[in-house]
């Protein structure tokens, strides 16, 4: 278990440090081609080499420290339940989509997120939703469970409603950094009355989280699911680092429009999965096992009489 949960670690911060990279790269080096040129040769490929395989990278071990986390915590079971539905069915949609515009619109992927499954939707892309619709969705149940194994039906909709709002919110900021910067990774055909996104596509998304994760309440409805505050902590920071990703090339690379999906997006993503995450059953609630309390009739009775009225003193 400890070296799972140094890979899991180690995953992470890979997946952090990989983003941020990708960040400077972005904002930093390629609007200033001169520092680019500056560099040696073996500094230029490997700049290339990055902006080529950068997003691969990131998603690569994202979806690698989610998977397993999810293992440690929760189980095989409980992973592959919701992983393989979480990739199936997000990639059937986005094969439905780059098809048939049905239901995000009419888009198409251009290069840098690896190789594309049947020429369309590259692999990475139902990896990411694995890995931010798991985090979305165990945040959502956690803050609503409130340590409970096992959730009514209403509180069993109310966290794929609210797993799939927190993960919808953070492709207000995603689309505008991905499809509308001077490095776009995907195009929308149509222009989008949402800040260049059709409505469909936030509909897209919203129904696509809520249909994977409906599946996997379903599968985990007879394994023993609980999650604390204190185990939240890597779920928090890959929704909000991946949020910052986003939010912060939307607002560094774009027009002063875009500060309002920005905003909208931390008010129905961020905001929300903190209140969840405080909200879930803190550690401390745990029953701890309290030590007899010691009967001192006993003892009282082997003091002799004058010694207890010393004490009493």
Not at 168 to 179: E, G, I
Not at 220 to 234: F, T
Request: glycine share 10%; net charge neutral; hydrophobic share 55%.
């Amino acid at each position: 278990m400890k070296q799972l949960l140094i890979a899991e670690r180690v995953c992470l911060m890979a997946h952090i440090v990989s983003m941020a990279f990708g960040l400077a790269g972005l904002l930093i080096v390629l609007p200033r081609p001169e520092l680019v040129m500056s560099l040696p040769p073996a500094g230029q490929t490997l700049f290339q080499w990055g902006m080529a395989g950068g997003g691969v990278v990131y998603i690569i071990f994202g979806a690698a420290a989610v998977a397993l986390y999810a293992y440690r915590t929760l189980g095989l079971g409980a992973t592959l339940t919701f992983l393989l539905p979480s990739v199936f069915l997000s990639l059937g949609s986005e094969l439905l989509g780059t098809s048939t515009g049905f239901p995000f619109g009419h888009y198409h992927y251009l290069s840098g997120l690896g190789y594309k499954i049947a020429g369309l939707v590259p692999f990475t892309i139902p990896l990411s939703w694995f890995y931010l619709g798991f985090v979305s969705y165990a945040i959502a149940r956690a803050g609503l469970s409130r340590g409970k194994v096992e959730l009514n039906w209403v509180r069993q909709i109310g966290a794929i409603v609210l797993g799939a709002l927190l993960l919808t919110a953070w492709d207000f900021v995603l689309d505008p950094a991905m499809s509308q910067t001077s490095v776009p990774f995907w195009e929308f055909e149509e222009v989008g009355v949402f800040f260049g996104m059709p409505y469909r596509n936030l509909a897209g998304w919203m129904g696509t989280g809520a249909l994977f994760m409906s599946v996997a309440a379903f599968c985990w409805r007879k394994i023993p699911i609980q999650l604390e505050r204190s185990e939240l902590s890597l779920p928090l920071i890959v929704y909000l680092v991946n949020f910052a990703f986003g939010a912060i090339i939307t607002v560094t690379s774009l027009d002063s429009r875009f500060w309002f999906p920005t905003l909208l997006a931390v008010f129905l993503g961020v905001v929300p999965a903190l209140v969840l995450s405080w909200i879930a059953k803190p550690a401390a609630d745990e029953e701890i096992e309290t030590i007899p309390s010691l009967d001192t009739s006993a003892f009282k009775a082997e003091i002799p009489p004058q010694r207890v009225g010393v004490l009493r003193k």
